[in-house]
């Protein structure tokens, strides 16, 4: 009977448990419709779901986003996942006020995705991407000098062009055949983001550092919709083994860190061996924030580091498949680059600012592909009080999402934007668009690598076009997918033949 009576009392606990915690989850489900009950809504499923089952199915995150944004027609959706609450801006003007004017109103927050904020956290703690004032300002001061032009281009543009210049003589071994350039183009601004942080080239080869960095910044965030775990906390799923990437995760961050260290160690005993060296880690070195807490070093190396080779990679394997789509575009960019190629060969020197600068139409190119590709797709923020957006009354402690993706292809903002238009950055040219460039966002959190990504971009792809002609491999096209970062799903296959000229 005692046994009994103590099953039975441990079963009523039990039911009485479980009631709470249902009545629990249904209290902040009914808050969170309440929440946002007074702003357009996108697609749900139910009452108790939201939009849950929409996106842990409906595949790629970008174009799901940016298909529920749409559907409204509205410049500010707001979206709900289960108990979850976030706002969606689709509209150029409002996306600039929020970067522009609302550092009072917002700060930084990388919570809009419950796979990517939960990988995010992890995988890099506080850092420049994703910290507010103070604790960012002190960063953005160390490591913006060395971004800017009149320091980058003076010491970079020789670097990047003799990589180059390599690649070039790599790729005539290669001719005819098909090649994966999203990874070539990988492995080379690996070694050039490399050789910015530290001013020297590291001593990893580039496949195995390459692995490791994809790894630890890239698959962690591929989702296994099928099981919802991207769900589940990583401690939870680390304690009960439910995601096999988390383990690859682990292990990649030791290794990671393992050569950063000795890289770092190989910084200090340079600069105690000659103090007039300069690098973005040696500053690091000299910034009391980043010696006192070393994780906060560590942590900013390692976005700078994807953030700097990943996105500029895929921005040209994107637009050499562009090109190879369009060949009138193509034409017209390979006559502004042989003029100046022409001009550059007369002056018998490498490229210059002046030269970089005439290549209009190539930056154009770049700005139209990262409209059409923008590889940072959305950017989150925080609400700090309730705010007006746009007419809309938005809560406080509300992520906002600014979804690049879909500003980018609404045609109300850029007629016909399925097409390839780069004359829409061209000054005084019909297509101009009056909308600013978001893909770097705008105002104080600027992207500080916004100069470098260019930099790179029109040395490498300039020297590329002058020299091959790029056709598509009608085998394996290119396809776009969507983790952290939209990518070539497969590759970007091109076969390269030499150019008559």
Not at 400 to 422: C, G, M, Q, T, Y
Request: contains cysteine; aromatic residues 10%; charged residues 25%.
């Amino acid at each position: 009977n005692i046994l009994v009576t103590g099953s039975m009392i441990l079963l009523w606990l039990l039911l009485v448990f479980v009631a709470l915690c249902i009545g629990t989850v249904l209290l902040r489900i009914h808050r969170a419709v309440k929440l946002i009950e007074h702003l357009p809504r996108a697609k749900e499923n139910g009452w108790f779901l939201g939009s849950a089952s929409e996106e842990l199915l409906g595949g790629d995150m970008a174009t799901v986003f940016k298909n529920w944004v749409h559907a409204t027609g509205k410049p500010v959706v707001a979206i709900r996942t289960l108990d979850t609450c976030m706002v969606w801006v689709n509209d150029p003007k409002l996306l600039d006020e929020v970067w522009l004017n609302g550092l009072n109103n917002y700060k930084p927050e990388r919570n809009f995705n419950r796979s990517i904020s939960v990988g995010l956290n992890d995988a890099f703690g506080p850092t420049i991407l994703n910290t507010a004032a103070g604790d960012w300002k002190w960063r953005r001061e160390c490591l913006m000098p060395h971004f800017r032009g009149s320091v980058l281009n003076p010491s970079m543009t020789p670097e990047v062009e003799k990589k180059s210049q390599k690649l070039v003589e790599h790729i005539k071994t290669q001719v005819g055949k098909s090649l994966d350039f999203d990874s070539i183009f990988v492995f080379l601004t690996i070694e050039i983001i490399c050789h910015f942080m530290f001013g020297r080239a590291l001593e990893v080869p580039g496949e195995k550092f390459n692995y490791l960095l994809q790894t630890y910044c890239e698959e962690y965030f591929v989702r296994d919709s099928s099981l919802g775990i991207a769900y589940v906390p990583f401690a939870i799923k680390r304690f009960l083994g439910l995601d096999p990437l988390v383990k690859k995760f682990a292990r990649a961050k030791e290794d990671f860190q393992k050569i950063l260290e000795k890289e770092i160690q190989k910084s200090i005993q340079e600069f105690e061996s000659n103090p007039q060296a300069k690098s973005i880690v040696i500053s690091m070195l000299k910034n009391p924030e980043y010696t006192a807490n070393p994780t906060n070093m560590f942590s900013d190396l390692i976005i700078l580091m994807f953030a700097g080779h990943d996105t500029t990679a895929h921005t040209m394997a994107f637009l050499i498949n562009n090109l190879a789509k369009n060949p009138k575009k193509y034409k017209k960019l390979m006559l502004e680059i042989d003029s100046v190629y022409e001009e550059k060969e007369k002056e018998g020197k490498g490229w210059t600012n002046n030269l970089l600068g005439k290549l209009e139409y190539l930056t154009a190119c770049m700005k139209e592909t990262l409209r059409l590709y923008p590889i940072a797709w959305a950017s989150a923020s925080k609400t700090l009080k309730e705010t007006d957006l746009g007419g809309y009354r938005i809560p406080a402690n509300m992520i906002v999402v600014l979804l690049i993706k879909a500003v980018n292809s609404d045609a109300r903002f850029f007629p016909e934007p399925e097409k390839f238009i780069p004359e829409r950055y061209i000054k005084g040219s019909k297509h101009e668009t009056k909308n600013s460039f978001q893909a770097f966002a705008q105002g104080p959190h600027t992207c500080v690598g916004k100069n470098l990504a260019f930099l790179e971009g029109r040395i490498i792809l300039a020297d590329l076009l002058r020299n091959f002609e790029f056709e598509l491999d009608p085998e394996k096209p290119v396809e776009t997918a969507t983790t952290l970062t939209i990518h070539p799903k497969n590759g970007a296959y091109f076969i390269p033949k030499i150019r008559n000229i």
